[in-house]
């Protein structure tokens, strides 16, 4: 299994972006798919998680009604929406592949490699 995570950027605070994780092979429905951040000095942070194709999904406190997680099985692809940012968005976001529904990184078995999302205030 490889993750390939890309879509980070340089944006204003307010801006949008939209990142992307392709997942080799088909994404099975009861996989968690999540997405983590880890700004500089700070420990890797869970973001949002998805399980059976969206029928479960859940955020961080810090993004809910601003990031919105979702999948394309056609495309074996997961999205991070992600509106209205802050500069404290700042981090290196990656994609995360697991089979239990938790926001804690060590119990996710695939990543990917990361992607830079930077907002300027």
């Known amino acids: 299994v490889q993750l390939q995570a890309s879509g980070g950027g340089l944006v204003q605070a307010g801006g949008s972006l939209r990142l992307s994780c392709v997942h080799s092979g088909r994404i099975f429905s009861s996989a968690v798919m999540a997405w983590f951040r880890q700004a500089p000095g700070k420990e890797r942070e869970w973001v949002a998680r998805?399980?059976?194709?969206?029928?479960?999904?859940d955020y961080a406190g810090s993004v809910k009604g601003r990031f919105t997680i979702s999948r394309d099985n056609a495309k074996n692809t997961v999205y991070l929406q992600m509106n209205n940012l802050k500069p404290e968005d700042t981090a290196v976001y990656y994609c995360?592949?697991?089979?239990?529904?938790?926001?804690?990184?060590?119990?996710?078995?695939?990543w990917g490699q990361g992607t830079q999302v930077t907002v300027s205030s």
């Open positions: 998805d399980r059976r194709n969206g029928v479960s999904t």
């Open positions: 995360a592949r697991g089979t239990q529904w938790t926001g804690e990184p060590n119990a996710y078995t695939y």
